[in-house]
């Protein structure tokens, strides 16, 4: 009855790696070969994790919103998907919308890199994505791309303009009293005129009739 027996695979990528059974023979019987067989290793495949967060954020975390100028991170781990294998000192690179620009960070021993970034100073989404490139062992991977919101300056801002400007209204409606006070002596005035041609009229007329 034949044995099964099992061996580590190689270590490395290859085709045509070659097996062989043998009998030896006994007392009764002749020696034998099988056919020679072929098999071939192949990369493992991997999981690339990404996460863009800033202090304070829940756990779980993946995209995160900022101020223009604030602290947040880049951060993720780098997994053999066969054997569930944390893979250390593999470099990962990113690419993100423009201006953002991030360096590229080397996997531990736990398979975990990051990294902490400045957000840019103008508000608007940005996209970012991780990237394993790949080596003899293991097949290249993306990560989900993630994405950082950079928020429009803060509300405490436009608040102050707005109260500067709400200020600024009752300047014009004093302008508008005093305009108003100066139609209200105008008219005094007038009225004041008009009694006094009514006054010197009566007069003449009372003096016209003492002279007949």
């Known amino acids: 009855m034949a044995k099964l027996l099992s ?3 190689p270590t490395n990528v290859a085709t045509g790696w070659a097996y062989q059974g043998h009998f030896a023979g006994d007392s009764l ?7 020679i067989r072929t098999y071939s290793t192949v990369k493992h495949a ?3 994790g990404l ?4 202090t304070g954020d829940p756990s779980g975390t993946t995209s995160t919103t900022v101020e223009p100028g604030q602290n947040y991170k880049v951060q993720g781990t780098l997994r053999d998907s066969l054997t569930g294998t944390w893979l250390q000192g593999k470099t990962i690179t990113f690419t993100a919308d423009d201006p953002i620009t991030i360096s590229g960070k080397t996997t531990n021993l736990n398979g975990f890199y990051s990294g902490s970034q400045t957000a840019p100073g103008t508000s608007g989404t940005y996209d970012i994505q991780s990237h394993f490139a790949g080596d003899a062992l293991y097949s290249s991977r ?3 791309t993630r994405t950082l919101t ?7 801002a436009s608040t102050t303009d707005a109260e500067r400007s709400t200020a600024e209204e009752p300047a014009s409606n004093d ?3 005093t305009s108003d006070g100066d139609d ?4 005094q005035d007038g009225s004041q005129n008009d009694r006094g041609q009514n006054d010197r009229a009566a007069s003449n007329s009372n003096n016209r009739t003492t002279d007949r």
Do not use: G
């Not at 950079?150 to 405490?156: D, E, F, T």
């Open 7 to 9: 061996q580590a695979p």
């Open 29 to 35: 019987y002749k020696k034998s070969d099988s056919t």
């Open 46 to 48: 991997v999981t690339l």
């Open 51 to 54: 996460a863009v967060l800033k």
């Open 142 to 144: 993306d990560s989900v």
């Open 150 to 156: 950079v928020s429009s300056p803060s509300i405490a």
């Open 175 to 177: 302008e508008d009293t």
């Open 184 to 187: 209200d002596e105008s008219e």
